[in-house]
Structure formats: C-alpha cells, structure tokens
C-alpha cells in the first residue's frame, strides 16, 4: 500500500532541520521512494499529528485501533507488527509501516533487547481528533 504524501511529510518536516546551508541544485539532491498507501476512497484530512514513539526493550503494545489513517517509519530496533488477520511483519530501522483506519492491530511489539523508536503520522480529520483506542480482551 502507498501514500506519496508520506514522503512530502518526510521531506517537510526535514525542510525545518536545514540551518543556512550552501543550496544545491535540485538534480544533485537524492531522493528515495519509502513508502506509498492507496487510501481507497477519498479521504478528508485537515490536520497531521506527527509523534515520535520509543517502546521499552521487549515492550509489546496492547490490541488496538486508530481512528484515523496511520503510517509511519521505525529509527531504531525492530518491531513485530501485525494487522488482525494478516500475516506478521518484521520491521527494522528505515522500514514503513500502514494502518489503515479503524483496523485493529495485533502486535505492535519491540523485539529489542534495548528501546524501539518510530515516528508516526496521524492523517486527522480535525483538529483534536484522538488517534487511538486500546481494545480489552474479549
């Protein structure tokens, strides 16, 4: 599944990092695809939440959802990440993850033996919108 505008996140939100760097021409600046998610019908999007998230070594998330698109990029350690119903995923540094919105979400787990770092972004459709929901054992 891919989402171009994750990229544009990506490169906006390193657009505010740069000091007064020499610029460069455009031909000379790499840029890597990581990730793109078809979002099926069209999608309101009015705010983006962007957070960065570090588990504990062996920490594992409980069932969840989210209301609102999500997506994001793990920085460090590897992660077990399952949608219900779909086979796992392992994900280490520079891998994207896609969580389509209220789909729950298995295993979201840090297999590290040290913490597990991710940056996500919340596609909200307003502003204070809550971006997710733990679900209790049935």
């Known amino acids: 599944m ?10 906006f939100s390193l657009s505010f990092a740069q ?3 020499k610029a460069v021409p455009v031909s000379a600046i790499n ?3 990581l990730f793109t998610a078809v979002l099926g019908k069209e999608k309101s999007v009015s705010n983006v939440k962007v957070v960065e998230v ?3 070594k062996k920490q594992r998330a409980p069932l969840h959802l989210h209301p ?3 997506m994001g990029v793990v920085t460090e350690g590897v992660i077990t990440f399952q ?3 779909q086979p796992e995923q392992f994900l280490k540094a520079g891998d994207t993850f896609f969580e389509p919105e ?8 840090n297999e590290s033996d040290s913490t597990a770092k991710f940056v996500v972004f919340y596609l909200l459709k307003k502003e204070g ?4 929901q733990v679900i209790e054992k049935e």
Request: net charge positive; glycine share 6%; proline share 3%.
């Open 129 to 132: 919108d809550f971006t997710l």
């Open 31 to 33: 840029r890597k695809e």
């Open 83 to 85: 949608i219900e119903g």
């Open 68 to 70: 609102c698109v999500t």
């Open 102 to 109: 209220n789909v729950r979400i298995a295993k979201f787990n």
């Open 54 to 56: 570090t588990m504990g």
């Open 19 to 21: 000091d007064n760097a």
């Open 2 to 11: 891919k989402l171009p505008i994750l990229l544009f996140f990506v490169c």
